[in-house]
């Protein structure tokens, strides 16, 4: 992709040149992988009907099923980070996205249950890999100053994929009757999973058009190269002498691996830090909302037509969080936004918590709330939405791929990534037993929990990364 020379502007230091226009294209292709991570989290979420009656499933199948992305995301997330200091960021998110739309392809049209999870963990290997290496080629292109904005634009684009996959579920289902129905010979449900292969065709595509990490070619000793992209995003002048901090960051002969993490208790300290953010991310319970959202509205009492809208509902209000986000991340900082979250969303969920408390259940049995508690659940459920997706849903993500040091990024990516992917399993494996156990209430007060206990971590833990240099980035 060729880098337009209009646009520019100086950087946090005011003496280089930054190239808006190329760096604002290269970021959009990037964050695509966002979308396909977003869109399949929403897609799923109305075919839960489908999968019980194809597949005969009870609670633990189901929750099976569902989450078997998510064991397929976790293997992605570490195995991506570890081969994107091995091959490239690039070449990595090549294989991510053409694995992807094959495992769209195939959840949509077989008729074997474990076909179908053997392609959903396929594409759950993409979906992790794309996790954690966009955030980290959006960090390794984007100035500091504006760095925090640009990567937040990943979960901008999580959240237009899951409202995206709301409003195409929203519609199949309309249009056939409800999920089980069909449409042109085949279930709306399938045609939820065959939609995905769309935006992974994309991302494909784009990812040929954008450059390698200049980061990454300092590290493989190919400095011209590293010069081209550098002289693009920030300007001939800047090239060289960028290409020296860079050089510098790295230990003279030292290739990046597994033991640059490691510290006196198992891992140094920022890789703690990193952990404490990759997995109350998830215990939190962000992803009930988003993968069982359908389904929860459904056992409060509402129609799926409802459900659906609702989950429409949420997408929107998710998005215009993470707008407000974008807009003071580099002006407030990371941590800040952090502690807002995890105070509003402890608030919230326990809100969620005392409305599910009074609930009663119809002659089939069906959990249905009064309209107080009705009203409190849902305007509850979307402000601990706006919480989650103005703090701890883009702000992790824009951390993990700016905190580490040059030297153990790609290690410490692949360490994250898979905790966070395997709380994320965890938290959705666990929901539909938890609820037939312990109940909605009882979930729901574990979740606030956590959220209780972020604040304190946070506080102690995390430390601040906004307007510094990946080169400046210590632990």
Not at 33 to 50: H, I, K, M, R
Not at 89 to 107: D, E, P, S, W, Y
Not at 394 to 414: D, I, K, T, Y
Request: glycine share 12%; charged share 10%; hydrophobic share 55%.
């Amino acid at each position: 992709m060729a880098g337009p020379t209009g646009g520019s502007g100086p950087d946090i230091a005011g003496n280089d040149r930054v190239n808006m226009a190329f760096i604002i294209a290269v970021v959009a292709v990037a964050t695509i992988g966002g979308l396909l991570f977003g869109y399949d989290s929403g897609a799923v979420n109305g075919t839960q009907a489908g999968l019980q009656a194809q597949f005969n499933l009870d609670a633990n199948g189901l929750g099976f099923t569902v989450g078997s992305l998510l064991i397929g995301c976790a293997f992605g997330a570490f195995f991506a980070g570890r081969l994107a200091d091995l091959v490239g960021r690039r070449t990595v998110m090549i294989v991510a996205a053409l694995l992807f739309l094959i495992g769209a392809l195939i959840q949509g049209v077989t008729d074997v249950h474990a076909v179908f999870v053997a392609a959903r963990f396929a594409g759950g290997m993409a979906v992790g890999a794309a996790s954690v290496l966009s955030p980290l080629y959006i960090s390794e292109v984007a100035p500091a100053n504006i760095r925090g904005r640009m990567s937040t634009l990943q979960q901008v684009m999580i959240i237009t994929g899951l409202t995206a996959a709301f409003l195409v579920n929203y519609f199949l289902a309309q249009n056939a009757g409800s999920s089980l129905g069909e449409i042109a010979g085949t279930s709306a449900w399938r045609w939820m999973y065959l939609a995905q292969a769309a935006p992974a065709a994309v991302f494909l595509i784009t990812l040929f058009l954008i450059p390698e990490s200049p980061r990454y070619l300092v590290m493989k000793g190919k400095d011209e190269a590293a010069r081209v992209v550098l002289s693009k995003l920030f300007g001939a002048d800047a090239a060289d002498r960028k290409i020296g901090e860079i050089r510098a960051s790295f230990t003279q002969g030292h290739r990046p691996s597994f033991k640059d993490v490691t510290g006196k208790l198992i891992f140094r300290p920022i890789v703690w830090a990193g952990l404490i953010l990759a997995t109350f991310q998830q215990f939190v319970g962000i992803n009930i909302i988003f993968y069982y959202g359908e389904t929860l509205w459904r056992l409060a009492g509402v129609s799926e037509e409802v459900a659906l809208e609702r989950n429409i509902i949420s997408g929107a209000v998710s998005i215009g969080a993470v707008l407000l986000a974008l807009a003071v991340i580099d002006k407030i900082g990371r941590k800040p936004l952090l502690l807002i979250g995890s105070v509003g969303m402890a608030v919230t969920l326990g809100a969620m918590t005392w409305a599910f408390s009074g609930a009663g259940a119809d002659a089939a049995g069906n959990l249905t709330l009064g309209a107080t508690a009705g009203l409190t659940a849902l305007v509850a459920a979307n402000l601990y939405v706006i919480f989650f997706n103005f703090s701890w849903g883009p702000v992790m993500w824009v951390m993990l791929g700016e905190m580490f040091p040059n030297q153990m990024r790609g290690s410490a990516l692949a360490i994250c990534g898979l905790a966070q992917w395997g709380a994320n399993y965890l938290v959705v494996q666990s929901f539909p037993s938890m609820a037939e156990g312990i109940g909605l209430v009882g979930t729901y007060a574990l979740y606030t929990v956590a959220a209780a206990v972020s604040i304190f971590l946070v506080q102690s833990f995390i430390k601040e990364t906004k307007g510094k240099e990946l080169e400046d980035m210590t632990g």
